[in-house]
């Protein structure tokens, strides 16, 4: 054979099309396979998967993502449209039926597809290829009207709704009416007749909302669905998933194409979802849910209350046996957790989806151990396994009870673990609403099931509870990817929602009402419990961060202010604490007094007599937070913020005023608010963020520093007097310039020298400064002459970088979220491109400087994964976050570490 003989038309394709744009599967193979989720999207490659695995997957063909993609550009290829023709013709010579024609009509599904699995956030059209004529041959065909009807009229809801953007509202309220009207309960009770009657009734919907008839001809159906498949990539819910799961606008769906089986067509046919483990506990017990007599969504949208997989077993033995084995082995080929999709056509089983499947934190960390146990795979990947924010779950709080008396309202579905206490709303809008007017302090969202629609409100609510749905609804699957708290599916509540009311028991809630949920047990409790934060000794725990800690580099410190955080940071695996806001102690009642006589003094020796009071006040608390450190290291910033903080507001003040000197013009309170209101008025600041504060207070009132690096030096000796062995790190906040620095330090080192002579015992201390200003980083090497350590403040550097004021930014970033200017918010992810930029480089100036120059982060960014890597990637010795971050900060550090050694690259600095 010579090059010449080469099908032309063929070469001629391959040279001007380098893609391929459509993919078969069936007949035993498929173009694709599982690993090409990029192109096909999950179910696609999860289709092709199973299909070359030799499992009955009904035949099928995706649309690869690149034509969504084009799609989203505007310029479709018109290779896309021979290539689908082509792969229908292929399947249709498979199955020995055509398209919606014909006396046995090919049907089809039209599903969408992503890389990452979007739940209930883009639509599937059923049954597509159905027209007036082929219902009636199918109705003739199967010998079951009722069937073929039913087909027919999900069909023009599903293509309605989806399609051609007619309010789904409208069909449930005709298909809802015609069902009171025959007086049945149930969807499968429906007559043929009354299903008929529904199907004109849609009909005229269509034409009267679209001006068009419902398509007739099946590949205009296919075309048109097709496209909206693409559309709906872009549909509002579809971006809100995507900006809190942080996946990229351009990614774009895959369009599966799939020949139709029906779980309609009677008795003994049916759909059902599975896991196989437990996707709330992580127990390995084959869990899932099936309605017999249904199609597609009924078992997830909570319609119907399904029934356990466990029945299946008895109902229909043959073929539970035969989804044990698939699932088994799908479980040990992936080697990972499957959520599958399954129908039963007349007695046949059919697998239509399977995936990795959505897990809790507690879950995740469970099946993790059990498959390494299992020998399904290695303990460096079951460190994999874990999404870092998922150990959170952990920590969730649980209902106190004991000595508690509990009113059980009704016990649902434990679709989520944790407990949450609030305030119920009744519609997605409401807690929006609530949320952003701050009306309720926590919010409870209560639905009879929810939605895609409701994902805004579900995000601002710390518990949801439906009344209808299982483990599998939309709701149980949303929140357990949030971590948040639901019980779904509690079938005694009745929920009105129009009325905003929840009936249960006799009993009536109404919008703003509290109660209790248990997520873990399933229980709805009357009022508001207390709730209590998890212990993180829980065994599986425990055994996963042995495996995880060895394996970082990065240190993990806690950021915590007195004694009790403390406690909760060692429980939680602090490795010493890398933040501690001295402020935070002046504002308990008894110190505020003498922090204002401190602030309101004119002259130094009312100051210095004043702070004297604040003196043993302070040592006691570091006293404390030492102790409890042992020897850890303990960071200690100096005071911060604006002294106008300490002080009443200046409105507050005038109100009063005005009011004493209405009603009590000779109250001696004038004579002591009177001069406060004028300190209140002289410290106003127009910009306090970029006022008096920070070192510029300790360089304004030396005394200030002096006091502090008193108590906090006293203390520590006093601690190591008594057997103790503490690490102190002084830190000066907001430092611009070396100047500044040398100034605070030279009071530091001076005040600690004179304690240690006065007590004659030393301690080890550091003076280092927080860098939080670019002028900070831009100098770093000269900072470095007088710090030993840096801690990127990176809450104030975002803040200074930017030019953004964190406590202003919700103005504006919503709209910078939704037209991409951020990817995330700033102050929740590290700006790697910008401030992280400024980290990095000032970490290497003050090494420059200073060769073991000690560099962490405090703030937010340090209990966030994507912002601990980067703190590992670039040479950081430590990270700082929030006690209940420091399980999530210690396993984003061991994967940043892991993927480090994993592609062969060396860190940068150490
Ligand atoms: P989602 O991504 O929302 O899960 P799917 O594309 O998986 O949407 O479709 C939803 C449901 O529709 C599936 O669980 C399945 O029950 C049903 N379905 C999809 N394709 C077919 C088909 N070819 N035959 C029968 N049922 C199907
Ligand atoms: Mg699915
Ligand atoms: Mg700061």
New binding site residues.
Partial sequence: MTQGVVDQAAAQKAASTTTQYVYFFGGGKADGNGRMKDVLGG?GAGLAEMTNAGLPV?P?FTIQTEACREYMRGKLSPAINAEMHAALERLEKLQGQKLGLGDNPL???V???AKF????????I?NLGLNDKAVETLAKLTGNPRFAYDSYRRLIQMFGDVVLDVPKKKFEHIFDGIKAKEKVKFDYELSPVALQKIIAEYKKLVKQETGKDFPQAPLDQLVQARDAVFRSWQNERAKTYRRINHIDDWLGTAV?V??????NLGENSG???GFTRNPATGEHAFFGEYLMNA??????SGVRTPLPISELERAMPIVYEQLRTITGKLEKHYRDMQDF???I?DGKL?M??TRNGKRTGLAAVRVAIDMVREGLITQEEAIFRVEPNQLYDFLVPRLVEKGEKIEVLATGLPASPGAAVGQIVFTAEDAVKAHAAGTFKTIILVRGETTPEDIAGMEVAAGILTSRGGMTSHAAVVTRGMGKCCVAGAGDLKVDEAKRELRVKGKVFKHGDWISLDGTTGRVINGRLKTLDAQPDDPDLVKFMSWVDPVRRLKIRANADIPRDAKNARLFGAEGIGLCRTEHMFFAEDRIEHMRTMILAQDEKTRRAALKKLLPMQRADFAGLFKSMESLPVTIRLLDPPLHEFLPKREDLLVEIQHLQDTKPRSPKLKELRPLLARVEELHEQNPMLGLRGCRLGIAFPEITEMQVRAIIEAAVQVKSKGGDPHVEIMVPLVGSIEEMRNQATIIRRVAEQIFEEKGVKVDYMVGTMIELPRAALTADQIAEEAEFFSFGTNDLTQTTYGISRDDINNFLPAYLKYGIFKHDPFATLDQAGVGQLVKMATAKGRNTRANLKVGICGEHGGDPESVKFCHKIGLNYVSCSPFRLLTARLAAAQAALEEKNSGAVHTTS
């Fill in positions: 179910k009904p099928g049907l089809v599904s599903r969408s597809g699995s979007m739940p209930g956030m883009m639509d599937t059923l599966n799939q020949a139709m089986v029906y779980g759909t059902g979802v199609q597609g969504e009924d078992v997830v999709e399954f129908t056509q059919y239509l989806q």
